[in-house]
C-alpha cells in the first residue's frame, strides 16, 4: 500500500479534505457523548520538535491518548538529529518502529526529506513555509458557526508567512476567494501566489481587504526565528492591526480567527480576542479533533 503523507494541504484531494472535515466534527461530538474510540491501539506517534509548541504538542498527545495509542516527544536534545544524524538516516530508523511521524520545524525541506525516506506516514506540523494542520482547525471552525466555505471570501491581514501560504492552498482545496493584505516587502511566496491567481489578490489597504469577508484571519508580525526582525516588522506592520473597528467593515456574519499565540497591542488589538466575532478558542480546540481525523484517515483510512 503507497503511504500517505500530510506536508501541504495539496497532499489530499479536495473530497478527502471534505471528509477530514466533517469526521473532525464527528469525533468532537462523539468524545462530548462520551464514546470511545480507541483506534489507534497499540499504535505509536512519533513526534520531533524542533521548534517550541503548546497548541500542537497537546493536541497530537491527547489525540493518540484518546485513540487508544501512544505518543513519544523527541527533541533535538534527545535524538541524534541534534548531532548531525542525516535526516534520511533518522527517517529509516524511525519509520521502522512507530506507526507515524510528527515533524514541527523550520526548513520545509527537512519534512520533505523526512517523508522521501519513510516507509510511515509523515505530518507537517509546522514548517516555515506552511502550516496545513491548522488549516484543518480553521476551516472546521468556520464550518461548525457558519456552514460551508465553498464561495465565501477570506481576508488575510499580516505577514505573508507559513499560515499565508496555507490559506493560499486552502482558497484552492477550498474553493474560496482570498484577499491578502501585507505590507510591500512582506507577501507570501510569489510562485504559490502565481499557481493560485485565480483564487487570490494582495490588496495593500487593510480595510479594503476585509469589506465584505466573512472571515477574517491573522497571525503574529514576527514568527519564531524573526524575533531579532520584531523592532523593524512593527514599524512595517503598524497599520495591520484588527480590531472590531477593522472587523466592522467585514460582512455582519464574519468570523475571526487567529492560530495563536497572540500579541495583544499589535497584530490585534486588546479586545478582539473578546470579541463576539472571534472563534480563536473552538479554533484552538479544533486542532485536537482535525488531527485526529487526520491520523485515523493516514493511519487506518476513511469509514473508520
Given at each position: 500500500?503507497?503511504?500517505?503523507?500530510?506536508?501541504?494541504?495539496?497532499?489530499?484531494?479536495?473530497?478527502?479534505?471534505?471528509?477530514?472535515?466533517?469526521?473532525?466534527?464527528?469525533?468532537?461530538?462523539?468524545?462530548?457523548?462520551?464514546?470511545?474510540?480507541e483506534v489507534l491501539q497499540g499504535k505509536s506517534l512519533g513526534m520531533i520538535f524542533e521548534k517550541a509548541s503548546?497548541?500542537?504538542?497537546?493536541?497530537?498527545?491527547?489525540?493518540?491518548?484518546?485513540?487508544?495509542?501512544?505518543?513519544?516527544?523527541?527533541?533535538?536534545?534527545?535524538?541524534?538529529?541534534?548531532?548531525?544524524?542525516?535526516?534520511?538516516?533518522?527517517?529509516?530508523?524511525?519509520?521502522?518502529?512507530?506507526?507515524?511521524?510528527?515533524?514541527?520545524?523550520?526548513?520545509?525541506?527537512?519534512?520533505?526529506?523526512?517523508?522521501?525516506?519513510?516507509?510511515?506516514?509523515?505530518?507537517?506540523?509546522?514548517?516555515?513555509?506552511?502550516?496545513?494542520?491548522?488549516?484543518?482547525?480553521?476551516?472546521?471552525?468556520?464550518?461548525?458557526?457558519?456552514?460551508?466555505?465553498?464561495?465565501?471570501?477570506?481576508?488575510?491581514?499580516?505577514?505573508?508567512?507559513?499560515?499565508?501560504?496555507?490559506?493560499?492552498?486552502?482558497?484552492?482545496?477550498?474553493?474560496?476567494?482570498?484577499?491578502?493584505?501585507?505590507?510591500?516587502?512582506?507577501?507570501?511566496?510569489?510562485?504559490?501566489?502565481?499557481?493560485?491567481?485565480?483564487?487570490?489578490?494582495?490588496?495593500?489597504?487593510?480595510?479594503?481587504?476585509?469589506?465584505?469577508?466573512?472571515?477574517?484571519?491573522?497571525?503574529?508580525w514576527a514568527s519564531m526565528g524573526q524575533e531579532e526582525e520584531q523592532a523593524a516588522r512593527v514599524a512595517a506592520?503598524?497599520?495591520?492591526?484588527?480590531?472590531?473597528?477593522?472587523?466592522?467593515?467585514?460582512?455582519?456574519?464574519?468570523?475571526?480567527?487567529?492560530?495563536?499565540?497572540?500579541?495583544?497591542?499589535?497584530?490585534?488589538?486588546?479586545?478582539?480576542?473578546?470579541?463576539?466575532?472571534?472563534?480563536?478558542?473552538?479554533?484552538?480546540?479544533?486542532?485536537?479533533?482535525?488531527?485526529?481525523?487526520?491520523?485515523?484517515?493516514?493511519?487506518?483510512?476513511?469509514?473508520?
Amino acid at each position: 500500500m503507497t503511504v500517505r503523507h500530510f506536508l501541504t494541504l495539496s497532499d489530499l484531494s479536495r473530497d478527502e479534505l471534505g471528509y477530514l472535515i466533517q469526521r473532525a466534527i464527528e469525533l468532537k461530538t462523539m468524545l462530548r457523548n462520551g464514546q470511545r474510540h480507541e483506534v489507534l491501539q497499540g499504535k505509536s506517534l512519533g513526534m520531533i520538535f524542533e521548534k517550541a509548541s503548546t497548541r500542537t504538542r497537546l493536541s497530537f498527545e491527547v489525540a493518540m491518548t484518546q485513540f487508544g495509542g501512544a505518543s513519544i516527544f523527541l527533541s533535538p536534545r534527545d535524538t541524534q538529529l541534534g548531532r548531525g544524524e542525516p535526516i534520511e538516516d533518522s527517517a529509516r530508523v524511525m519509520s521502522r518502529m512507530v506507526d507515524a511521524v510528527m515533524i514541527r520545524t523550520f526548513a520545509h525541506a527537512t519534512v520533505e526529506t523526512f517523508a522521501a525516506h519513510s516507509s510511515v506516514p509523515v505530518i507537517n506540523a509546522l514548517t516555515d513555509e506552511f502550516h496545513p494542520c491548522q488549516l484543518l482547525a480553521d476551516i472546521q471552525t468556520y464550518v461548525e458557526h457558519r456552514g460551508s466555505i465553498q464561495g465565501k471570501r477570506v481576508a488575510w491581514v499580516g505577514d505573508g508567512n507559513n499560515m499565508c501560504n496555507s490559506y493560499i492552498e486552502a482558497a484552492q482545496q477550498f474553493d474560496f476567494e482570498l484577499v491578502l493584505s501585507c505590507p510591500e516587502g512582506f507577501d507570501p511566496d510569489a510562485a504559490l501566489l502565481a499557481r493560485h491567481s485565480d483564487r487570490v489578490r494582495i490588496e495593500r489597504d487593510p480595510r479594503q481587504a476585509v469589506a465584505g469577508a466573512h472571515l477574517v484571519v491573522t497571525d503574529v508580525w514576527a514568527s519564531m526565528g524573526q524575533e531579532e526582525e520584531q523592532a523593524a516588522r512593527v514599524a512595517a506592520f503598524r497599520d495591520f492591526q484588527v480590531s472590531p473597528a477593522l472587523m466592522d467593515r467585514a460582512d455582519p456574519q464574519a468570523l475571526f480567527m487567529h492560530c495563536l499565540p497572540a500579541h495583544r497591542g499589535e497584530e490585534i488589538s486588546h479586545d478582539m480576542l473578546d470579541d463576539p466575532r472571534s472563534v480563536v478558542w473552538d479554533e484552538a480546540e479544533n486542532r485536537l479533533h482535525a488531527q485526529k481525523a487526520l491520523l485515523e484517515f493516514l493511519l487506518v483510512g476513511d469509514g473508520a
